[in-house]
């Protein structure tokens, strides 16, 4: 009777574990991301291309590993959301695009370190200084852009992470009177600044692509940094 038993329980034991191993949970979120959520979780129609998984951004190599997803604190997720919402309202066949959400503090100082040939001051306009830390290290700011049906990006006139001073929305009227911003561009970024202020997103002087859910002594005290 008990070698019987042991079999049994052995037999079960080894069912659960080739169970598990057939259906993982794709759920899982990495450490520290518990409090966040997947934003194609709460809106499955926005688009997303997570720059800093890939080799496709400033730094020319993969910043993300273990991130896969674009995370962001539950309540900017569904104000980003509505977002989104808007735009298909006014624009059907329009939809935003979102390059990065939440930012590990480990990367925003691996990118600060790669722009050391830049002086602080001038550097900290393009990615924050670590030892402040970023809105985005808190699961509160956001970089995207318009895109089409196709997910063609809309032609914001200067690329994503570009730090020429063409991407900056501070400098759009000087670009538009010299010729180098055409009309087209000023409209397509008008219109992304229109939808992320449908729900108090603010973008700052330096990037176009770039909006804060709240300002980052907000964040402090609302959320959890990511390390």
Known sequence: ????RFLITCSFVFYLFISFQKTPNKNNKPKGFESLVDIQSINPTIYIDLKYATEDN??????????DKVYLQPDVAERLSKCQIYLKKTHPNYSLLVFDGVRPLSVQKSMWDALDSIPPIQRGKFVSNPLNGSVHNYGAA???????????????GAGYDDIREIAYPSREDYYL?????????IKNRKLLRKVMDYQKFRNIPTEWWHFN????NEAKKKYKIIY
């Not at 400033?58 to 991130?67: A, C, D, E, Q």
């Open 1 to 4: 009777m008990f070698k019987i």
């Open 58 to 67: 400033f730094m020319h190599k993969k910043l993300y590993f273990n991130i």
């Open 142 to 156: 956001v970089d995207l852009t318009i895109c089409d049906n196709n997910k063609k990006p809309l032609d914001m």
């Open 177 to 185: 009177k010299k010729g180098i911003l055409s009309s087209t561009h």
């Open 213 to 216: 859910a709240c300002s980052r």
